[in-house]
């Protein structure tokens, strides 16, 4: 058994395991295929990088540096960080305000879709839990994206399940076109697609695309994603360059903290993030840093070994890594966590949440099961009123679709 966590594990699991499974890193057909010399590079630096091997001596130098070196992100993210963690968020703090003042960017997901045809263990929509499955229609995307707006946001995430047969190009690049009258921002947070379909989709008017790698360990991707397009480990990883190929201003990086090995996670997070700046240098990178949490049938699930100084650790890391990246922190965690962290490094939440579909206006028989359980419920006028009591100023936009 490889480094998984072990609440995501059960009967059920064991016995799928049992079966005979597809290659995870052989591309299915109609899968684009790019070259994959940045994603080797990335395993490479994560299987190389060890986080108990840093010194005290290596996070002082990391704090002093103007610019941090991999050996200095590493430093910052190891065990050996954890006693300047104080010294990490002041840090962070001055480089934050330093690119962003004292604003913080607001944003809500909308749910087109819960159908997924990818077998994930640990994900609430995966195709083989028991939930109640819906996608919305046209007029139905029109009503929550008027509810939304009516909060005053200015900025959409347009997430679905990963179903090609259930939310095909069409019906997304449909619903970019509705979110366009209502939003000034609208991202994408769906399955991996080609380069020409996030073309389709920018000139739709999408701005940005995130996807989750969930984990950089091959091998323990293996483990979890059992069946269906997610399986196939180099599409997703290569999916922000397809979208940077396809026009797209910004995408964002993530892994599914508590999975695997979260620190050496975190780690390949930032050198894949940097690694494909470098390489695109016009593109707008940003980090979501989400921690595990418990889905419908299987509440045990959690992010065991990171707590909250470790999550806090992880997002200064990112800040001082790449300083000009925007950092979410999302409604997996609680509110006075997300207040914490947006006085410090954040720079982005999420406000007025919901991970069910159709639930942002009225709600009816039709709607569909969340994606996982959320931990900050509030509304859009509360989240902005905690933020304005801190010093902090809420910002519906900072961006134009170009």
């Known amino acids: 058994m490889y480094d998984i966590n072990k609440t995501i594990i059960n009967d059920v699991v064991r016995q799928a395991w049992q079966q005979t499974r597809s290659d995870s890193m052989s591309y299915i057909t109609g899968m684009e295929v790019i070259d994959e010399t940045l994603m080797h590079k990335v395993i490479s630096a994560r299987e190389a ?6 010194t005290a001596i290596d996070v002082e130098e990391a704090l002093q540096a103007d610019r941090l070196s991999w050996k200095n992100f590493g430093a910052l993210l190891s065990p050996a960080a954890k006693p300047y963690l104080e010294a990490m968020a002041q840090k962070a703090k001055a480089v934050k305000e330093a690119y962003f003042g004292n604003g913080i960017q607001l ?14 263990v640990y994900c609430g929509f995966n195709c083989h839990n028991t939930i109640k499955r819906a996608a919305l229609n046209r007029d139905e995307i029109e009503r929550e994206m008027q509810a939304i707006a009516s909060t005053g946001l200015q900025e959409i995430l347009l997430l679905t399940g990963e179903s090609r047969s259930m939310s095909d190009i069409p019906y997304i ?19 991996p697609v080609n380069s020409e379909e996030y073309a389709l989709l920018h000139q739709c008017g999408a701005d940005y695309v995130t996807v989750f790698q969930e984990t ?18 180099p599409y997703r990883f290569h999916a922000q360059e397809r979208a940077l190929r396809g026009g797209m201003r910004g995408v964002g990086f993530a892994a599914l903290l508590g999975l695997a090995d979260f620190r050496k996670d975190a780690y390949a997070t930032g050198i894949h993030a940097r690694l494909l700046q470098q390489s695109y240098p016009h593109a707008e990178v940003s980090f979501s840093c989400p921690r595990l949490r418990p889905i419908k049938n299987n509440t045990s699930i959690t992010a065991t070994g990171i707590g909250e100084e ?6 200064c890391a990112y800040r ?10 999302s409604t997996r965690e609680c509110a006075r966590v997300r207040n914490a962290m947006a006085s410090i490094a954040a720079n982005k939440l999420s406000a007025g949440v919901s991970t069910g579909v159709g639930t942002h206006s ?13 931990a900050d419920g509030r509304s859009v006028y509360e989240v902005c009123a905690d933020l ?3 010093g902090l100023q809420p910002v519906p936009v900072d961006y134009i679709y170009v």
Do not use: M, W
Not at 310 to 315: S, T
């Open 388 to 390: 304005e009591k801190l």
């Open 320 to 329: 001082l890594f790449i300083p000009s990246a925007s950092i979410t922190v």
């Open 362 to 374: 009225e709600k009816t028989e039709h709607d569909g099961d969340a994606q996982f359980e959320i």
């Open 173 to 191: 690049s449909e619903a970019c076109q509705i979110a366009r009258k209502y939003f000034r921002v609208v991202g994408l947070e769906i399955y």
């Open 49 to 54: 990088y060890r986080p108990n091997e840093y």
């Open 216 to 233: 950089y360990d091959s091998l323990v991707y293996e483990q979890l994603h059992l069946a269906g397009a997610k399986r196939i480990f």
């Open 107 to 120: 944003f809500t997901p909308l749910y087109l879709s819960n159908y997924c045809e990818n077998y994930c």
């Open 310 to 315: 470790e999550l806090l650790q992880i997002v």
